[in-house]
């Protein structure tokens, strides 16, 4: 399980209730003991849900339980269940069912393209972009992973990618600058950009780690694959990472072409997933 910031508990509270619960308290419901529970209203991958719990115990709660990120969770089936003052539990509520709604929603979209891609081949990747909301990658990193999908990139800090923008501003076509970063970033993958299958073919010289296959058609793709495949056993050979458009729908189709990995945002665009939640005193039955 990844570790909670306490920071970032904090912020989720302040930005709901930065002065505290005004109804709760005014009703005189403070000290009273209660009980919530999250269960799904649909089917669902649950996502964030270690979070939601860490924000409960933050505000002095008592997790009962906490069904895992990742779990697959059928509709009616139990997510949280959490016990504590009256007070506590109102606070983190909306906090805590909204996340988890938003990343249940993204998470069941990954698991969704994973499964159409792992049903050609097992081993293939399913990398999303860093095309959260920002301020909101943590969290859209947690919920990509419990769907099975990998992050593409986390930041411009750890990963190398050269896009043909990038390549405007290199002399003779940025070939020699690509080459260069295999010496100069020796523990790095390189990743190269492309848009066509000549441009793909005139960077191999370069020997790239990955190529990025922008927008490529499936046929382009089979094809690119078929001219790799023909290479000599002592030629640099890389791996193809197809972008632009990846779905459920055409995931299975691309790896058939031959990518190796799968780049897309599809999961950020997802429709969050309807939890109910009940709060009862710890009197009812």
């Not at 399980?1 to 709901?16: F, I, R, S, W």
């Not at 020997?207 to 089979?222: C, R, S």
């Amino acid at each position: 399980m990844l570790h909670v910031p306490t920071g970032l508990l904090e912020a989720l509270l302040a930005e709901d209730a930065p002065c505290g619960d005004l109804t709760t308290h005014s009703l005189g419901l403070c000290g009273q003991g209660a009980r919530i529970s999250f269960t799904a209203r649909m089917p669902q991958v649950v996502a964030c849900s270690e979070v939601a719990a860490a924000l409960f115990r933050h505000v002095g709660g008592r997790v009962c339980f906490s069904a895992p990120a990742g779990q697959w969770a059928a509709a009616g089936e139990s997510i949280l269940q959490v016990e504590g003052p009256a007070e506590a539990l109102f606070l983190a509520w909306k906090q805590a069912q909204t996340l988890m709604e938003w990343a249940g929603g993204i998470a069941s979209d990954a698991h969704a393209v994973v499964q159409a891609a792992r049903r050609v081949r097992p081993d293939v990747a399913v990398a999303c972009t860093r095309k959260a909301p920002p301020g909101m990658r943590g969290l859209a990193m947690r919920a990509i992973m419990a769907g099975g999908a990998v992050m593409h990139r986390t930041g411009l800090s750890e990963t190398v990618l050269v896009f043909p923008e990038h390549r405007m501003f290199l002399p003779a076509g940025g070939y020699a600058a690509v080459a260069r970063l295999k010496q100069d970033l020796p523990e790095r993958k390189i990743v190269v950009e492309v848009t066509s299958i000549d441009e793909a073919l005139s960077f191999l010289e370069a020997k790239p780690d990955i190529l990025q296959l922008e927008k490529f058609p499936l046929q382009d793709v089979a094809a690119l694959k078929s001219r790799l495949d023909g290479l000599e056993p002592h030629e640099h050979t890389p791996l193809l990472a197809v972008a632009g458009s990846v779905n459920p729908d055409n995931a299975a189709d691309y790896v058939q072409a031959g990518a190796h990995i799968l780049v897309t945002s599809y999961p950020y665009f997802a429709k969050p997933r309807d939890i109910q939640v009940r709060i009862d005193p710890m009197s009812s039955s």
